[in-house]
């Protein structure tokens, strides 16, 4: 009986996490289908870049609830410390490879379509410590300001988290367990964002911000000299 609570928390977490709210979202205000567009992922930021910035502000914050909602799941049902971990990293398989984005491929075989699934991770932080939103959030922008790559400030997510809880855990103000979900959490979007790190090491990562504004001046300048 156990295990089959345990199974049935990871399935209803799974299925929450694979809610295309991107999809949903970028269809209700623009009507386009937000695979079509860039990336083709559902995500926050191929959100905005299909319908605008609210739309994006939107998706990522339900996406966030995603993986928060996770977490009150496992600890309505079950004081398992390691449920509360595993529930939210399978509302980030969702939110990657989602049931409902099944497509087949041009080779014949079928596919699980989603997001990188930066947003559903800190949900699932914020899910297991509320106040680490205080911390993701700007030091989020700072990685996004800084480098300009939406792809490695998905990856520092995990990685701030990981260190957040490491060092409550060392502390003893958390377990360790809430230490491993943060690197449970970065394999997972690593294996989302290989296209990404592909197109870093090959410098044709699409830049944002400031950096690609100034990519984008240079290259005017670089076109009009004689």
Do not use: C
């Not at 299909?50 to 009150?72: C, E, M, N, P």
Request: proline share 5%.
């Amino acid at each position: 009986m156990p295990f089959l609570i345990d199974a049935g928390i990871l399935l209803a977490a799974y299925l929450t996490g694979s809610i295309p709210f991107g999809l949903i979202v970028v269809k209700l205000i623009s009507g386009r289908d937000v695979r079509a567009v860039a990336s083709g992922r559902t995500g926050g930021t191929n959100a905005m870049r299909a319908a605008g910035v609210w739309a994006g502000i939107l998706t990522g914050t339900l996406d966030v609830v995603k993986g928060a909602a996770a977490v009150w799941l496992a600890r309505a049902v079950t004081p398992e410390i390691w449920m509360q971990v595993l529930a939210p990293l399978a509302a980030i398989l969702g939110n990657n490879a989602s049931i409902f984005l099944v497509e087949r491929t041009p080779q014949g075989g079928l596919r699980l379509r989603g997001g990188a699934g930066g947003a559903a991770a800190g949900g699932g932080a914020f899910g297991l410590w509320p106040p680490v939103l205080l911390i993701l959030l700007p030091l989020g922008f700072l990685v996004w300001y800084g480098v300009g790559y939406a792809s490695l400030t998905t990856i520092s997510i995990a990685l701030i988290v990981t260190v957040v809880f490491a060092v409550r855990a060392a502390l003893g103000l958390s377990p360790w367990a809430y230490a491993a979900y943060g690197v449970l959490a970065g394999v997972l979007l690593l294996i989302a964002l290989r296209p990404n790190l592909r197109r870093l090491r090959e410098g044709t990562e699409r830049l944002q911000g400031w950096r690609a504004r100034r990519r984008a001046h240079r290259q005017g300048l670089q076109n009009i000299r004689p």
